[in-house]
């Protein structure tokens, strides 16, 4: 949400003291709404060609709970910086005004920069070639999914890879690489929001829904980052 | 007959002289440090915990190439007032010893020896931290940034530490009561108002909290999940019971805590949602501390009563020591 020049102006007068002494958080505990959260893909390339896959965060991996959350928020920060790669082909790149291209690019340079930082270090880390990390959606199923479809509230189908590159029509569910997990027959449709959560308790057959390149949004903050 | 002017009306002296009389009373009142000390020792003990954390993944965190190297981590904040030196380090050594200097100072907060020096000590070196480790961060480390910010302003340290043991020792007693525990303790109890208020209101904002499935959407998050609560969902009016109580306690604590009627039902509230936070929904250290937070509302003679009565259990069932 954009500050109202009033507030942006006590704002500028207290940044100082406020940046300094660490107060510049506001305090959006699962608001405005409990969201999906944001988990990193990870392919890294060795020097023989073998690919490996992992998953952040991890339970199993991250240990204590301290640790396993400062991973978990390294992921949703990715995710806040996102900015996905316009496309060329339909246009969105030269629709964009000058201000809103420049803003993109800077953006987009940031966003470039910190998952060039993370993949540097996975791949030192794991003594890779190379690390490539794309960011994932985890939806979150709705009692019907959860009760009468008997989904598990980790089923692979819940997780969406979100498209970095331009998406071509007709592209479907980017299921990530790091499950080894067998997949169901039919992916669930991959909502960029939750539908409502006591629908009609009738289980229904679950639609598709092509996946769509994500749209310009405004930088936020208000992410579920408790 | 014309009316008394301003200056000359008595009732409106009165008011003011009450207004400036409570308010001396709410800011200046000499208060006892006892539940400051309580606070003490579990913010220092959280400090000296998360600086475990990170000596634990150094070289992940800090190191070279860390998950967010320094480099990066200037460039996120060109155009803030963000700074810290640990940008610039990233030899292991220095940064092993910035590490235990940082438990230290934070033992030395918990157990009292130094609090005067201590408790600065470990709000500069974790507000450092703070500020390299940008996006990795999140309540817990705003909630004892806040603690240690505030209990070094007094003299918190005058009881339950080992400086008071020591002083004790050599002989040396003093009211403890100051003027300083009365500013942290309101400037921590106003802060926490404030925390909660926004808090409520960006949750206002959100669908799910009106329409009562907010609790749900919780539950059902797996990265946060500790312990399985999809149960609750097979009752929608419980779900939509629990979350409308939590944002109407969210929102109006800033106005429930301070009645003395509401304050008891507002700190159980607020034990059971932190509470809920630290056993459910994965984070036992920002639940822990969000609940040590609200002691700032008990008062002193309360938390001297229960430390008393927590002390005579304790040597009632500690094993007798044999006389010589």
């Known amino acids: ?226 | 007959m014309s009316s008394p002017s301003l200056p000359d009306n008595p009732s409106l002296r009165r008011w003011f002289a009450d207004l400036v009389a409570s308010w001396n009373q709410f800011w200046f009142q000499p208060t006892a440090p006892h539940t400051l000390a309580v606070i003490r020792i579990f913010g220092g003990a959280m400090i000296a915990y998360v600086h475990v954390i990170w000596l634990s993944q150094l070289q992940d965190f800090f190191g070279a190439n860390a998950w967010v190297d320094g480099v990066t981590s200037r460039q996120l904040h060109e155009n803030d007032f963000i700074r810290s030196y640990l940008t610039y380090v990233t030899n292991p050594s220095v940064l092993t010893i910035h590490q235990l200097l940082a438990i230290a100072a934070g033992v030395m907060m918990c157990i009292g020896y130094k609090t005067r020096l201590a408790i600065p000590l470990a709000w500069f070196l974790t507000l450092m931290v703070c500020h390299r480790q940008t996006g990795a961060l999140f309540g817990l480390d705003q909630v004892v940034m806040m603690i240690a910010m505030y209990l070094m302003l007094c003299p918190c340290g005058a009881v339950y530490s080992l400086d008071a043991y020591l002083k004790k020792r050599a002989g040396e007693t003093g009211d403890t009561d100051s003027i300083a525990c009365n500013i942290s303790t309101r400037l921590l109890q106003v802060h926490l108002s404030i925390i909660y208020l926004f808090g409520g209101l960006s949750k206002l904002r959100g669908d799910f909290w009106w329409e009562g499935s907010a609790m749900w959407w919780s539950v059902v998050n797996y990265e946060y999940q500790s312990l399985d609560m999809t149960w609750l969902g097979r009752s929608p009016l419980a779900i939509a019971l629990l979350t409308h109580i939590t944002i109407f306690w969210e929102t109006f604590y800033v106005a429930t805590i301070w009645p003395r009627l509401t304050r008891p039902i507002t700190l159980a509230m607020a034990v059971c949602v932190h509470g809920g936070i630290a056993l459910f929904l994965g984070m036992p250290t920002f639940g822990f501390m969000m609940i040590v937070a609200n002691l700032c509302f008990i008062q002193p003679s309360t938390t001297r009563a229960w430390v008393a009565w927590l002390g005579s259990r304790w040597q009632r069932n500690s094993p007798a020591v044999p006389s010589r």
């Not at chain 1, 998953?55 to 928020?73: I, K, N, V």
């Not at chain 1, 985890?138 to 997780?159: C, G, M, S, T, W």
């Open chain 1, 1 to 226: 949400m954009p500050s109202a020049p009033d507030a942006a102006i006590v704002r500028t007068g207290l940044a100082p003291y406020i940046d300094m002494a660490y107060l510049h958080h506001g305090y959006f505990f699962f608001a405005p709404n409990p969201g999906p959260s944001h988990l990193m893909d990870i392919q890294l390339t060795y020097e023989d060609g073998n690919v490996r896959h992992l998953r952040l965060p991890d339970h199993q991996a991250q240990w204590p709970r301290l640790l396993y959350h400062r991973h978990f928020m390294l992921s949703e920060f990715l995710y806040q910086l996102y900015r996905p790669a316009l496309s060329t082909e339909n246009g969105d790149a030269t629709q964009l005004d000058p201000a809103m291209r420049e803003a993109w690019y800077r953006e987009r340079k940031l966003f470039e920069r910190v998952r060039g930082s993370m993949e540097q270090h996975l791949a030192t880390r794991y003594g890779a070639k190379k690390a490539e990390i794309q960011l994932m959606e985890h939806r979150l199923p709705n009692a019907v999914e959860v009760f009468d479809q008997k989904i598990a509230i980790n089923d692979e189908r819940l997780y969406m890879l979100l498209p970095d590159q331009p998406q071509s029509p007709g592209d479907g569910a980017n299921l990530p690489q790091s499950f080894n997990a067998p997949r169901g027959n039919m992916p669930l449709p991959p909502l960029t929001s939750p539908g409502p959560v006591f629908p009609n308790r009738n289980p229904s057959t679950p639609g598709t829904e092509s996946v769509k390149p994500p749209a310009l949004r405004e930088p936020t903050v208000e992410e579920v980052r408790p």
